[in-house]
């Protein structure tokens, strides 16, 4: 039985870029940095990774990783300070979340999400 996602790897043209969008969200940087070709962020119980890819390496949209926080408008809040454009607004979402969309500077999406509390649950 699969028990929990350890790490996502994500790949990055631009390391010092990517390191800096991650650290102006507020993920805690672990391992690498700015120069380096591997670097890794705490997520929670598990990581957030970033790959150094040469130029010639292209993706498209693969899909969105979703990471639950405190508190996802003050998020919002954070990320719009730092000059960020989320691609939508916070907002409860008819499957039990408030969440936002941002991506990244290489373009993977991520999403911010917060169960909501529903009547009788904790």
Do not use: C
Not at 24 to 50: I, M, V
Not at 54 to 71: H, N
Not at 112 to 119: D, E, S, T
Request: no cysteine; proline share 6%.
């Amino acid at each position: 039985m699969i028990e929990a996602i350890s790490a996502l790897t994500l790949g990055t043209h631009d390391m010092a870029r990517a390191v800096r969008f991650y650290r102006a969200l507020g993920f805690e940087l672990l391992y690498g940095g700015e120069s380096a070709a591997f670097t890794s962020f705490r997520a929670g119980p598990g990581y957030l990774n970033l790959t150094a890819q040469p130029e010639d390496k292209r993706w498209s949209w693969w899909g969105r990783a979703i990471f639950y926080v405190d508190d996802v408008d003050a998020l919002h809040a954070r990320a719009l300070a730092a000059g960020f454009q989320p691609s939508t607004q916070p907002r409860d979402a008819e499957w039990g979340e408030r969440y936002f969309h941002l991506s990244d500077p290489d373009g993977h999406e991520l999403s911010f999400a917060r169960p909501l509390r529903q009547p009788g649950r904790i």
